[in-house]
């Protein structure tokens, strides 16, 4: 468990560091999602072989609702997470908070709904395939997308440890809980039809046989 919680804090760490050095090095919303999204894809190459490379709290929720996670992991991998996340933000000083540049419940909308997304094209690859270098290259590159297109009206966080690092550093408090509850939210939804989908597909199947 040491090994896999020690990934988890890495991991995290990694991306919440290279992620808030982008938006440090005042690097254009391009730039910036790219290199979440390269952080994100150099983490799962790297661990998911040791922890899942989860580096989520959202992820990780999702993934135990459907039985990717084992109940007793779950609150290790979620502490493990946001000490990484800390270290990371730690390091690069106070920059890359999130914060919402639109109304409120605009916000709220777009963390749900991108969350939501990348938690669902985390299912779809895999359940498509074990290949580590195509769930990263995927996972990878969603993240990069979402945080591309919606980086500038929330931050994209989709990660409550990704805002609660830098923004605890940064003294940015008060939007913690709204992100870690929206983020969660979406996650759970997402987990909840894939739960939906396995049932309809394997309903399916038993009526063919």
């Not at 007793?72 to 890359?96: E, K, S, W």
């Not at 290259?137 to 500038?152: C, E, K, T």
């Amino acid at each position: 468990m040491l090994k896999r919680l020690g990934a988890e804090f890495l991991g995290t760490a990694l991306m919440v560091f290279l992620g808030c050095l982008s938006i440090k090095l005042e690097m254009s919303n391009l730039l910036i999602s790219s290199t979440f999204g390269i952080a994100v894809f150099i983490a799962i190459l790297v661990l998911r072989n040791t922890s899942g490379a989860h580096i989520n709290p959202a992820v990780s929720i999702a993934f135990y609702r459907s039985n990717h996670l084992e109940k007793n992991a779950l609150l290790p991998y979620i502490f493990a997470q946001l000490l990484g996340a800390l270290a990371g933000a730690l390091i690069v000083g106070q920059h890359g908070f999130t914060n919402f540049k639109v109304d409120l419940g605009v916000g709220i909308i777009i963390e749900v709904m991108i969350t939501f997304l990348l938690m669902m094209g985390i299912y779809f690859i895999i359940s498509k395939t074990d290949d580590t270098r195509i769930v990263a290259l995927w996972v990878g590159f969603v993240v990069a997308l979402l945080a591309f297109f919606f980086g500038p009206y929330t931050g994209a966080s989709m990660n409550p440890a990704r805002t609660f690092g830098p923004n605890l550093i940064s003294g940015e408090i008060s939007v913690i809980p709204i992100y870690w509850i929206t983020t969660i939210i979406g996650a759970v939804l997402a987990s909840q039809c894939y739960k939906i989908l396995e049932k309809s597909k394997l309903n399916s199947n038993i009526d063919r046989v």
